[in-house]
């Protein structure tokens, strides 16, 4: 079982749309939360940290842990068409090296 | 304030080759993580260096070594290329690294083709 599982996609959504997009991890003992978008021919960029369970907001975007579950979520309110992307989520103990998921791919519909 | 720079960003080798990668850092950041980006795998880690040590490392074979310097730039080197190596190789800062404290911020990668 890989430590952190996420779909591949692609999921292509119409704009103004609520995106969902999620991760399952194995490892209970993580505590670092994050979720990174990053754009063709691009490095990723950080889009929303949290630290162990429950719900994070940044404008259109919340993050959510469930630890019990040991899922994670991103939901993207009002999506356009700048929000097509490859996101990524990333989670990590204290001081220790981050694991990825292998990203969705993300299409925004104008 | 300018953004992490790799060089080169595109490189071609053949099997059996050695190559270095360059990452420099957004100024004032001691922290230099470097990573391997391919569609089969995702982004995996591959060692991260703080005041030219190395303080964490991934599952990947000796072939692939790294070093920092004073000034936090650092180098990336894989000896004995195999074409499996063909991938993003993506290098990140931040000022002291580690996510409980810090954002990391990435480069736009160098890509590796190897023949």
């Known amino acids: 079982q890989k430590e952190v599982e996420q779909d591949p996609g692609p999921l292509s959504v119409p704009e103004g749309a609520i995106v969902s997009l999620n991760c399952t991890y194995s490892n209970s003992a993580f505590q670092y939360f994050m979720w990174y978008r990053q754009y063709s021919r691009k490095g990723p960029e950080l889009l929303m940290y949290?630290?162990?369970?429950g719900n994070k907001e940044d404008g259109r975007f919340t993050a959510q842990v469930d630890k019990s579950s040991k899922y994670i979520s991103l939901f993207i309110r009002d999506s356009q068409p700048s929000d097509s992307a490859t996101y990524l989520c990333?989670?990590?103990?204290?001081?220790?090296?981050?694991?990825f998921g292998k990203g969705t791919r993300l299409h925004i519909l104008p | 304030k300018a953004g992490v720079t790799q060089t080169p960003r595109y490189l071609i080798k053949t099997r059996g080759q050695q190559v270095t990668l360059s990452c420099s850092p957004i100024s004032g950041h001691r922290s230099v993580s470097w990573y391997q980006q391919t569609p089969g795998q995702g982004l995996q880690f591959l060692f991260e260096?703080?005041?030219?040590?190395?303080?964490n490392k991934g599952n990947f074979p000796g072939r692939f070594s790294g070093r920092q310097f004073s000034n936090s730039r650092s180098e990336m080197n894989v000896s004995t290329l195999e074409l499996g190596d063909s991938a993003l190789y993506l290098c990140a800062s931040s000022f002291e690294g580690g996510p409980s404290t810090d954002t990391q911020y990435f480069g736009p990668g160098t890509r590796l083709t190897v023949l």
């Open positions: 949290t630290y162990s369970s």
């Open positions: 990333a989670m990590s103990l204290r001081d220790d090296k981050i694991i």
């Open positions: 260096y703080f005041s030219e040590t190395q303080r």
